[in-house]
T-cell receptor, first 109, second 114 residues
Framework: GQNIDQPTEMTATEGAIVQINCTYQ??????LFWYQQHAGEAPTFLSY??LDGLEEKGRFSSFLSRSKGYSYLLLKELQMKDSASYLC??????????WGAGTKLIIKP | IAGITQAPTSQILAAGRRMTLRCTQD?????MYWYRQDLGLGLRLIHY???????GKGEVPDGYSVSRANTDDFPLTLASAVPSQTSVYFC?????????????FGPGTRLTVL
């Protein structure tokens, strides 16, 4: 079966750095997405990786290793507004998005 | 309007009743999707449509039906609601011509079936 694993919850301190990991086992691979979802709101697109390596976008970076079935989202200079759930999703061989359950990130002052 | 809208925002429904959740996008995206999101579970795809006039079944289609008469609208119907359909429902759309083909989500409908 297809599976995406992420930690359920993480806690970090304002101003610090946090890394959210995602491992996947899917039938084929056509790209990996990270979305942010604030409580009670819709998911919003953060990043996309299809080739191995690091993609940087401001305070957020996303890394992909296809051979290891592994990605991480790195958040720097954490702000209180970064408190949210972070969803990892993989596009499989049929171009369907398979979603992880999400990681709830709690930022403490 | 800009983006995707959903209606209603929330609804309490008696079991056995029929209900249609509405979704409209104005981005001229070819593909549209319906997901449900339950606590502790990832987004689960109910139905999708790659283009107007076509629909397909997702991971959890039972008890739901959709139609795609035009590009903009993608309603989801629960023919006879059951308590296990209590969930938050998100509609999304994407454009396969876009760089990443990322999905854009509506604000969601919170449905409670009693």
């Amino acid at each position: 079966g297809q599976n995406i694993d992420q930690p359920t919850e993480m806690t970090a301190t304002e101003g610090a750095i946090v890394q959210i990991n995602c491992t996947y086992q899917t039938s084929g691979f056509n790209g990996l997405f990270w979305y942010q979802q604030h409580a009670g709101e819709a998911p919003t697109f953060l990043s996309y990786n299809v080739l191995d390596g690091l993609e940087e976008k401001g305070r957020f970076s996303s890394f992909l290793s296809r051979s290891k079935g592994y990605s991480y989202l790195l958040l720097k200079e954490l702000q209180m507004k970064d408190s949210a759930s972070y969803l990892c999703a993989v596009t499989d061989s049929n171009y369907q998005l398979i979603w992880g359950a999400g990681t709830k990130l709690i930022i403490k002052p | 309007i800009a983006g995707i809208t959903q209606a209603p925002t929330s609804q309490i429904l008696a079991a056995g009743r029929r209900m249609t959740l509405r979704c409209t996008q104005d981005m001229r995206h070819n593909a549209m999707y319906w997901y449900r999101q339950d606590l502790g579970l990832g987004l689960r795809l109910i139905h999708y449509s790659n283009t107007a006039g076509t629909t397909g079944k997702g991971e959890v289609p039972d008890g739901y039906s959709v139609s795609r008469a035009n590009t903009d609208d993608f309603p989801l119907t629960l023919a006879s609601a059951v308590p296990s359909q209590t969930s938050v429902y998100f509609c999304a759309s994407s454009d396969e011509r876009a760089s990443y083909n990322e999905q854009f989500f509506g604000p969601g409908t919170r449905l409670t079936v009693l």
